[in-house]
Structure formats: structure tokens, C-alpha cells
């Protein structure tokens, strides 16, 4: 057997030979090179030349101004002064202009011959924007009556006749100062680009005519200047030079890379698989003796290459071109982007870009022709982007939560990194370490899997019919779930939790809003899926979701359990909010809760947050998942795995590392059991202590001081307690172990491992199936 | 122990395939049996052919072969090593010829040598030399430059040839390699394949063309439906099923087996 192993072993050279006949296979290719090389060379100058073009031809149309009533103003600062001096703004009465307001035809197209021929503006330095505008004069008494002028003005703006209407009433400039009317008034439209910077414009000019007008009234008062301007504030902005454009830039560039790093990986993928399969040179390949792993992985490293290639090539490209057409522009000033915060972005876009790469080759193995591999690209990106988008929303930010997601997690500390946040990106880099290498081996254990799988390189695998694959999981329904049916639950779960938290989030109104918020999450993210999922994939729900019933002896043992394990738990919580202090903020954050709380009913409480949340998620991580997971013959695993699943469910920091651990043993008296029914009871009892131990404080029991102690405002069991407890949950755990209930369960997964086998042997083995001989 | 067994079974057999099975199960057509308790040997120096009709399983046989498939049940050996357990000695021991030339296009003839010389293991002077001696053989020193898309149909089936051959394998597997091909360049191909048989090799080679059979092959398996229906010499097949020409004696077979069948399923239906 010695010669087999040494035949079958991993040969790096062979790994090596396939990376640089497969990159000097695709710099060949004049497609690749184009997407790769030329497009990123040529695209950003192009589209900055274009930008400039655009914005140099419609830089700034004309904004049409009409004014109403400027020669209300007496003895006032100048609002409006004609370009031509010999031309008063009392001049502007037309014969025409003024038969044509009174028609009541549908199109007002109202202009008076004077405000043709004579120009008008603001008075000097009342406008700062050079934008060019012409100004229309009109007097009140044109209009006749208030209502006239309303009804014409807005009509004026609706058909775009002029971009703004300012209407000053009669009495505004009175020397008395006292006005009975409301003030001057702009008429715009908010919908109207145009408009809204018209009106924006002209209400400038308005602030600043008011400024005059007031000084000159001051001035009439004897009252200097200095009275206005008490002070000036002068901003001294710390921030180091460019940082704005570098935040900027550290925003904007790891969504253009990851798009770009998609896309770079996708082509060669297409044409490194299913190309090679319609070509057929992948056939040659596979009956070298290269193993299997050898070319995925050389494959891989192609794909990796030329993904980081295209994102390299086209941040180089983009920053130099952005900076020089911005500035051209005048948009800002030249971006500088320090070389560390590139050299960071690529250096996590590396893992990232694997997995990618990793997904675009699994993705064209699956496909038939490249034809049908360029279908998937979109799909791919529309189910990527969302995490890349995320890290630049405003209000997320670096936490527990956010660094367990793929991607996003892993720009958010590149982002916290660029804003000197050391600290928060260094607590966060082992989670987010941890996922990103997770989902890259998961990804490339995918792709190898793939490779191994016969029916998708020589068949090119099914079209995806989601009607056809519904039938046959029902059709291949067993007593438990499959491993991949029960990830599937909990990827939906932590999901759906992700999205029902936000849904169900804010201060709770009352008992109900309470009740809505704990339920949301718990039933129709936790329950309703697992209920579903059950129905779907397993062959009775009661088996599927582990609800065997166990012996009454096991049932006691657990409800004594509940109690006996609580000090320990209410232990590891202490301890946890010690090592990781939960902040004032969020506990400021919490308190309306908290508040909420105290002031429910306490068999609402104990329903809400003991008996509720116990069910859903036992059903869901003891029960459908962990029977999934136990078919791979590895408890411990199905433990560790369920127990780490059910921590990162619960979202908070500190209270997801007490619930892993709780996870563990939970899971473990599971596997001993054979049911999800004793991990409901100790869940339950678990929680309910839990919330009751304010309640209990209170009152007074005989023989209270015996288990409790209570330090100011602190309140806790007693150490002797707590070691007669844990002693005790030791004994009731031996007794656990001893058991052996679980051989149905073994027999009825024998009975799956049969069915499976005579689903996929058929013909040879459907004899061996028990009941069927 | 397969060594042993080799050794009992004969030292030049090159090829056992004992009561090989291969069934595809698919999401849309359900369950297909594409090679249904097959079962022959080929020894070394022997061009061993293999006649059917398209769909008749040959070449889900020949990739299983290859190790590309894995038996759903049977044992396959190449030069004694199972297909299953040992892949990539069987691979080693295989020149793999397939009707699509499957030449890289953006590859050189050199190149392509060179690289599966390389995963071979193959390298310096005797990858070198062998690659000569092929270049030489084949007649492909004229375009060893030209890039794969460049080729005519006649010299990318050299070149895959000479791939197949670079790390001089003693079986060869030839799925439909003529097919596509002209007159002269078939002839060409059916000439190196009686040489590589007199240079001791233990050739396979699949076709649905009735005249290739008769001109080159020691010994022929009549394949239909995934079954074998009988495998022989020719002068042994003509003389127990009463036929000379080989394309009378398919036709007899394939018809004779179809109504077997047909009568069968009659009878189970009646039963």
C-alpha cells in the first residue's frame, strides 16, 4: 500500500505547473488582457475626459429670475439694480405684457417688453455664485389682486417659465419698519433641479440684502457695526491634511476594488472551466496524473492573480485620473492616498479576492458551456455587494456583530484602521480573521468537492429548477436532516435574526410592544424556519426536531439540573462582564428596556423570556440542527458547532460567549439524552431564574441568607451555594453520561445511511434497506 | 494484492474490467444504466476494439478507464493498479486520445509536450529527447510553433497523439480518434496505432465505423446498451454467429439482443 500513498500524494511542482501554464494561457488571450490591462487604462482617462466635457458644456444654463414688486422697496438697501443706469426698475410697465396676464389662456408666457430689452441684477455683491441669470421686473399692480399673483407665479414655475419667483409685498420697505404682511416669498419647485439651486441662489442674495438693510437701520440708530459681530469664530480643524479626501477614498475604493476584483476573477474562471469543458482540454487534463486538488488549486491561484491584477490596475488608474479631473474641475483638491492605506486594502482584498475566485470557479464548474457561465456573474454580484455596500452605510460601525459578517466585517477594519481606531479594529481582527479564513476554506473546500464530483464535470450539472429540487428533497426525505439542510437552517436563522433585529429594535411601547419585540425574532426567525425546514426536509417532524420523548428519570434529572447549574451560569456572566465590560453607552442604550422590564408582569417576563426563547431555539440548534449534524457520526463536532451557532445568534458580545458555553453542555446532555426535551427544561428553569432574581431579592423568604447574598446593590448566591450546586449538576451530568438512550437514534440513522445508499447504488443495494426484503 | 493477481492472471494483461457497472443518476431523466455488467481483459501488444453505436456506452467505459468516472460497482485495473484506489498510477500508466482534439489553442505543439511532460514528471534531457523522437515520428517538426488555434484538424489530432504518448504509457485509450478525421489522415492514425501495437503497447480503441474494426483490431467487443454482447476475435465471431462481414454480424447482434429484450419485458409484464 506504500506505493499508493506516495501516488496519491499533494505535489506543490504540479500545483506550481498548472499556475503558469494557466496565467501564461490567459495573458495570451486578448479578452483577458483587455478586461485585465487595456480597460483600466483607457476607461478612467475616458470617462474623465467625458466628465469634463459634460460638466464644461452644462456647467451652468441661465437661471430664469422674475421679481415682483421691486418698487415696493423705498428707502431701503438696492435689491435690484438694471444694467443699464438710465433704466429704473419703474420702467418695466408694458401695455402688452400686461393684456397677456389677464388672459386666462393655459400657457402664461408673460413678458414684458422692457424686461427683454433691459437687463437686471442684483446689486453688487449680493450674489457670490457666477452663474449666469436674467431677470425678469413685473409690478404688483400688473397682477390685480393677491390671489392673480399666486395663481400666475405658480403656474410661472409648474410650466418652468422661470425658475423662481420673488414676490415682495407692498408695504416691506415702509419706513415705520412695521409690516402687517408676512415678508418676501420665493416661488420654486423642489422637484426641479434647476429651481431648487435658482431659489437657493436667490435666498443668498435675500440674507445678504437683509444684512445691508439692517446695518443701514443700525447705522440710522447711531449703533456701530461691532454690536452685530460680538465675536468670530475662527475652526481649527485638527484633522491631518487631505484627510477628508483620504476618508473619502478609503470609502469609496474597497467597493470599486471588490467590484473590480469580481469581475477579474470571473472571466478567467469561465474560460479556465467551462471553457476548458466545451473546449474539451479539461478532459486531457483530469486523466493526467495531477490530482484533482493540484488543479484546483493551480486554477485558484490563476484566478486569485488575475482578480487582484484588475483590482490593482484599475485603483492606480482610478486614483491618478480622479485626482487630476477633480482638480481640473475644481471639486477638491488632488486627493493624496497614503501608500499604507493602499498597501492595507490590498492586502485584505487578498483573502477576500480567494474567495471569490473560489466562488467563480465553483460557479463555472457548475456551468455547461461559458456561454452559460456568464449567466452566473450577475447573480454572484447582486448576492456580494450587499456586504460590500454595507461597510459604508452610515451607522455601521465595527462590533460583534458586524465583524462576524464576511467582507463587510473586513472593511470596517480597514476603515477603523485609516481613522486611527487601533484599538476597536484590533479586538475585532481575531473574529474577523477567523470568518475570512472560514469562508475561504469553506469556498475552496466547495470548488475541490466540485472538482471531485463527477455528475458536474462530465454533466455539467443540472439547471437550476428550484420546483424539481423541492421535489427531490421531499422525495429524499429521512428521519434527520442532512448536514448541509441543517447549515442551511442556521445560515437562514442568523440571517433572518441579522434583519429581525433591526425590524424589532427601538424602545418597546408597553406589555405588547414587548411582547412583539421578543417574538418577532424568536418565532418568525428562529421557529417558523426550523418548523418549515423540518417539514420540508425530514420524514416526521417530531423525530426530525428531536422531540423523542425521554424516561421520566431524565426529565427530573433535568429539571434539577436547571436549578443546580444556574450559579455556575450567573458565574460565567459575572466573569464575562468583567473581562468584557459592556459600555456605558449601551448601557444607557438598554435602559428603556431594562426599564420595560422591571415594569412587566412577571409571568410575562418568564413567558416572554424564559419559555419563548427557550422552545424556538432548542427546537431550532438542539433539535433540527444538531440531528443534521450528528449524521456525520462526530458528536463533539455537532456540539462545538451547534454551540458556537447558538452564541453567535444571540448578538451581543458578552452574552454570546455565556451562551456558547451554555451551548456546549446543553448540547451535550442532548446527544446523551436523545431528545431536545430536557434542554428545554433546563433552558427554561435557566432563564427564569434568571429574570425572577430581582423579584426573589425582595421578597422575604425563610432561610433566604442560606443560598442568596446581597453586597450593597449587588445580589448573588452564596459560594457555599454555589459549590453544593455545582457539585450537584456534576453528579446529575455523570448520570447523563452513563446513559444510553440514544440507540434509536443510532438505528434510525443506520436506516437514513441505507436509504441514502440505496438511493444513489440502486439496483445492487436496495436489497440491504431493512424492511424492504 | 493486485500485483498478485496480475501475476496470476498473466503478466501481459494490461486491462481487466470484471463486472463493471456505471449508472448515472440525474435530476431530470432519473436513473441511467450506461454500463451494465461489462466484463474483459486486454493484454499488452494487442489492439483490443470496442464497436457500438453512439450512446452505446463506450465512452463512459473508456473515461472510467481513464479514471475521469468511477465504477458505480466492479472492478477496474490498469497494469494491475484498481482504478479506484490507485487513480493516479492508472493515470500515469494511460495515453488518453478523445474525438475533440482537445489541443490548448493558445498553446504551441512544444508547449502543450512540454507541459504534460512536466506532470508526467518528466523533465531536462529526457523530456527533451523524448519530445524529439515524437516530433520526429509523428512528422510535426513543420508547425511545432504554431499556436493550437492555428492547426488544421490532421495535425491537432498529431499533436494530441503525441501528448497521449510523451511519457511512453503502456496502455492507450482511443475514443472515436478518427472521427472528424479525412481519408489520409485516418490511415495515418490507423498506421501508428499498429506500430505502437508492435512496440508492445495495449491499445483500446472505441468506433462505431465497421471497417476500421476489420482492418486493425486483434479483438473486438460488441458493445449495445451498455452490454457487452459478445467479444472475440473476428474469425471467432464469424464463425459462432454465422456472419463474415462484421457490419452483418453487428446488425444480427444488436437485433437479436433488442428482441430478447423486448419478448422479456413482455413476458415480465404478462408474469
Known sequence: ?773 | MFHVSSIVAGANRMIDVIALTKVYQDGSMGRFVAVDRVHFHVAAGEIFGLLGANGAGKTTLLRILATMLRPTSGTVRVGGYDVEDSSSEVRRRIGFVSNNTAIYDRMTAEEMLAFFGKLNGLDGDRLRDRTESLMETLRMNEFRKCPGAKLSTGMKQKVSIARALIHDPPVLIFDEATLGLDVMVARNLLQVIRQLRDAGKCLIFSTHIMSEVEKLCDRVAIMHRGRILDCGTLSDLGSRHGHRDVEELFFSLVTNHDRSVLSDSVLQGAG
Not at chain 1, 472538482?451 to 428521519?479: A, C, K, W, Y
Request: glycine content about 6%.
Open chain 1, 1 to 773: 500500500m506504500s506505493d499508493q500513498d506516495a501516488s496519491e500524494r499533494f505535489r506543490w511542482s504540479a500545483v506550481r505547473l498548472i499556475y503558469a501554464r494557466e496565467m501564461r494561457d490567459q495573458l495570451r488571450d486578448r479578452r483577458t488582457l483587455f478586461t485585465i490591462l487595456i480597460l483600466p487604462l483607457l476607461l478612467y482617462p475616458l470617462i474623465g475626459s467625458v466628465l469634463m466635457q459634460v460638466t464644461q458644456f452644462s456647467n451652468q444654463p441661465v437661471m430664469k429670475i422674475a421679481v415682483i414688486g421691486n418698487e415696493n422697496l423705498v428707502d431701503v438697501p438696492i435689491l435690484v439694480e438694471a444694467i443699464e443706469p438710465e433704466l429704473g426698475p419703474d420702467d418695466t410697465e408694458s401695455g402688452d405684457a400686461k393684456e397677456d396676464l389677464y388672459d386666462q389662456s393655459k400657457t402664461v408666457v408673460v413678458q414684458s417688453h422692457e424686461a427683454v430689452s433691459t437687463e437686471y441684477r442684483f446689486a453688487d455683491g449680493l450674489v457670490t455664485s457666477h452663474q449666469q441669470m436674467r431677470m425678469t421686473l413685473f409690478r404688483t399692480s400688473e397682477f390685480g389682486d393677491q390671489a392673480r399673483i399666486d395663481q400666475v407665479t405658480a403656474r410661472w414655475i409648474a410650466d418652468g417659465v422661470y425658475d423662481v419667483v420673488l414676490k415682495i409685498p407692498e408695504r416691506l420697505g415702509d419706513a415705520s419698519g412695521v409690516s402687517d404682511q408676512s415678508g418676501v416669498s420665493l416661488v420654486y419647485n423642489a422637484v426641479s433641479g434647476t429651481s431648487n439651486s435658482a431659489a437657493a441662489t436667490v435666498n443668498t442674495a435675500l440674507q445678504a440684502w437683509k444684512n445691508r438693510w439692517v446695518q443701514q437701520s443700525l447705522k440710522g440708530l447711531g449703533i456701530g457695526e461691532a454690536v452685530l459681530q460680538p465675536f468670530e469664530v475662527s475652526l481649527a480643524d485638527i484633522a491631518k491634511p487631505h484627510a477628508r479626501q483620504t476618508l473619502f477614498w478609503s470609502k469609496l475604493l474597497p467597493m470599486v476594488m471588490l467590484i473590480w476584483a469580481m469581475t477579474g476573477a470571473f472571466y478567467p474562471a469561465i474560460d479556465m472551466v467551462a471553457g476548458e469543458k466545451e473546449r474539451g482540454t479539461l478532459e486531457t487534463l483530469l486523466c493526467s496524473p495531477a490530482l484533482r486538488g493540484e488543479i484546483v488549486l493551480g486554477k485558484l491561484a490563476t484566478v486569485t492573480t488575475f482578480s487582484m491584477l484588475t483590482a490593482v490596475l484599475n485603483t492606480i488608474s482610478m486614483l491618478s485620473t480622479g485626482a487630476m479631473v477633480f482638480s481640473q474641475i475644481g471639486i477638491g483638491e488632488p486627493a493624496v492616498m497614503p501608500l499604507w492605506i493602499v498597501v492595507l486594502l490590498l492586502a485584505a482584498m487578498f483573502p477576500l479576492s480567494i474567495i471569490f475566485s473560489g466562488i467563480a470557479l465553483g460557479l463555472s464548474a457548475m456551468a455547461r458551456s461559458s456561454k452559460e457561465g456568464q449567466y452566473y456573474l450577475m447573480p454572484m454580484m447582486m448576492a456580494i455587494i450587499p456586504f460590500v455596500v454595507l461597510p459604508s452605510m452610515p451607522g455601521i460601525s465595527l462590533n460583534i456583530g458586524t465583524s462576524l459578517i464576511p467582507v463587510t466585517g473586513m472593511f470596517l477594519f480597514v476603515r477603523s484602521l485609516i481613522e486611527s481606531n487601533y484599538a476597536t479594529a484590533l479586538v475585532h481582527l481575531p473574529m474577523i480573521a477567523g470568518v475570512t479564513i472560514a469562508c475561504a476554506a469553506l469556498v475552496v473546500r466547495w470548488t475541490m468537492r466540485l472538482f471531485e464530483n463527477e455528475s458536474v464535470l462530465f454533466h455539467g450539472g443540472q439547471p437550476f429548477n428550484p420546483g424539481r429540487m423541492l421535489d427531490s428533497i421531499r422525495e429524499n426525505r429521512q428521519t434527520y436532516a442532512k448536514p448541509n439542510q441543517a447549515y442551511a437552517l442556521a445560515v437562514v436563522i442568523l440571517v433572518g435574526l441579522f434583519f429581525g433585529r433591526l425590524m424589532f429594535s427601538g424602545v418597546p411601547d408597553g406589555v405588547s410592544g414587548f411582547a412583539k419585540m421578543v417574538l418577532g425574532p424568536q418565532v418568525g426567525m428562529i421557529l417558523l424556519p426550523s418548523l418549515i425546514i423540518a417539514a420540508v426536509c425530514t420524514r416526521r417532524m417530531r423525530i426530525g426536531l428531536r422531540l423523542r420523548m425521554p424516561t421520566w428519570n431524565v426529565l427530573l434529572f433535568s429539571v434539577v439540573l436547571g436549578f443546580a447549574i444556574h450559579p455556575a451560569y450567573m458565574l460565567l456572566t459575572r466573569w464575562v462582564m468583567v473581562a468584557y465590560p459592556v459600555s456605558e453607552s449601551a448601557m444607557a442604550a438598554m435602559r428603556p428596556l431594562t426599564d420595560q422590564m422591571a415594569a412587566t408582569p412577571w409571568i410575562y417576563l418568564v413567558l416572554l423570556m424564559a419559555v419563548v426563547p427557550a422552545v424556538c431555539e432548542e427546537l431550532a440548534f438542539r433539535g433540527f440542527m444538531f440531528g443534521g449534524l450528528l449524521r456525520d457520526r462526530q458528536p463533539f463536532r455537532a456540539i462545538l458547532v451547534t454551540a458556537v451557532l447558538f452564541g453567535v445568534s444571540h448578538g451581543v458580545l458578552q452574552q454570546s460567549i455565556s451562551a456558547t458555553v451554555m451551548g456546549f453542555l446543553l448540547g451535550w446532555i442532548a446527544w446523551r439524552t436523545g431528545s431536545v426535551l430536557p434542554t428545554i427544561l433546563i433552558h427554561t428553569i435557566n432563564n427564569t431564574l434568571s429574570v425572577s432574581l430581582p423579584s426573589i431579592a425582595e421578597m422575604d423568604l425563610p432561610g433566604k441568607s442560606f443560598i442568596f447574598e446581597t453586597t450593597g446593590d449587588q445580589f448573588a448566591y452564596q459560594p457555599m451555594w454555589c459549590l453544593m450546586c455545582i457539585t450537584f449538576s456534576m453528579a446529575i451530568m455523570v448520570i447523563f453520561g452513563s446513559l444510553n438512550p440514544n440507540a434509536d437514534e443510532q438505528s434510525s440513522l443506520q436506516e437514513d445511511d441505507a436509504q441514502s445508499l440505496a438511493n444513489s447504488q440502486n439496483t445492487i443495494t436496495y436489497k440491504l434497506a431493512p424492511g424492504t426484503h
